[in-house]
């Protein structure tokens, strides 16, 4: 089996990513996000060129993953609470400046679980909220293209629910 499989070095940040008590999808989603492989919008204009890459979450730049991540004002502020609360100052916020400094501290003391997950599923949240976004701006798009009796079936219906 194993002569079917070409080896490749480790990488460097796959105890980070898939410990053992890691919640399977948030690894796979933050994998995803150190690689750069996320879709966000300055990656799907390279296959619709017509769709606007301005980050959802601060109107003010485009969507890439250094942005989203760590630039934008929304989840810079997310970040500087969240590592200030667990400890992990001076952190530039950066993928590898992260990996690096996690990969150091985690190795001397290694923080509890729910530490590891709560820094861990930020980028997970954080896309998800831009996915959010832009799926009610979609909805709210569509809504206001329906004629104006069923605007009023589709609110009445949404306010039923809710």
């Known amino acids: ?3 079917l499989r070409t080896p490749h070095p480790l990488v460097s940040c796959y105890k980070i990513v ?3 008590q890691n919640i399977p999808r948030m690894g ?3 994998w995803l996000a150190i690689k750069g492989r996320l879709s966000t919008l300055d990656r799907v204009q390279r296959y619709d ?3 606007v890459t301005t980050c959802v979450l601060c109107n003010s ?11 934008c004002f929304y989840s810079k502020a997310i970040w500087t609470q969240l590592l ?7 952190i530039h916020l950066s993928w590898n400046d992260l990996i690096d400094w996690v990969s150091v501290h985690w190795k001397r003391s290694s923080p509890s679980v729910v530490t590891k997950n709560f820094i861990l599923r930020l980028p997970s949240i954080l896309f998800g ?3 959010i976004v832009i799926f009610l701006k979609a909805l709210e ?3 206001e293209r329906l004629p104006r009796s069923l605007q009023i079936l589709f609110v009445a219906g949404s306010l039923l629910s809710s």
Do not use: D, I, R
């Open 1 to 3: 089996m194993e002569s």
């Open 18 to 20: 898939w410990f053992p």
């Open 28 to 30: 796979f989603v933050l």
């Open 49 to 51: 060129p017509q769709v």
């Open 61 to 71: 730049q485009a969507e890439t993953h250094a942005h989203l991540f760590f630039e």
């Open 84 to 90: 200030n609360k667990c400890g992990c100052l001076g």
């Open 129 to 131: 909220e831009s996915e």
């Open 141 to 143: 798009s569509l809504v």
